[in-house]
Nanobody, 128 residues
Framework: QLRLVESGGGLVQPGGSLRLSCAAV????????IGWFRRAPGKEREGISC????????YYKDSVKGRFTISRDNVKGTVYLQMNSLKPEDTAVYYC?????????????????????WGQGTQVTVSS
């Protein structure tokens, strides 16, 4: 049974940076496309970035494009989200998620069901 674990969240000032990590327990992430999602207070969960299992397709939501960078290290079995130039509106709980045969397209990021594989989330707070 695949279980995902996020880490790297915290409190940062506007304009600051954080790097989130997503690792797997029970299987290897190298078999999966991985997505990063976030849920801000009072809002729906949104997909912000994904990377295909072969690292040949990447997607970014417009609101994070140019500031966030997704990458993966299939040797270490970890997917990262480097977040720069953080804004208060980036404040949210960040999750990584995946499912069998879940795709990542360069132009869009498909929805991921609640029954898919999710981590427990890591809080990112951007505030002065």
């Amino acid at each position: 049974q695949l279980r995902l674990v996020e880490s790297g969240g915290g409190l940062v000032q506007p304009g600051g940076s954080l790097r989130l990590s997503c690792a797997a327990v029970g299987s290897s992430l190298r078999h999966f496309t991985i997505g990063w999602f976030r849920r801000a207070p009072g809002k729906e969960r949104e997909g912000i970035s994904c990377v295909s299992k072969d690292d040949d397709t990447i997607y970014y939501k417009d609101s994070v494009k140019g500031r966030f960078t997704i990458s993966r290290d299939n040797v270490k079995g970890t997917v990262y989200l480097q977040m720069n130039s953080l804004k208060p509106e980036d404040t949210a709980v960040y999750y990584c998620g995946t499912d069998w045969s879940w795709p990542c397209y360069s132009s869009s990021m498909p929805l991921l069901s609640d029954s898919a594989y999710w981590g427990q989330g890591t809080q990112v707070t951007v505030s002065s």
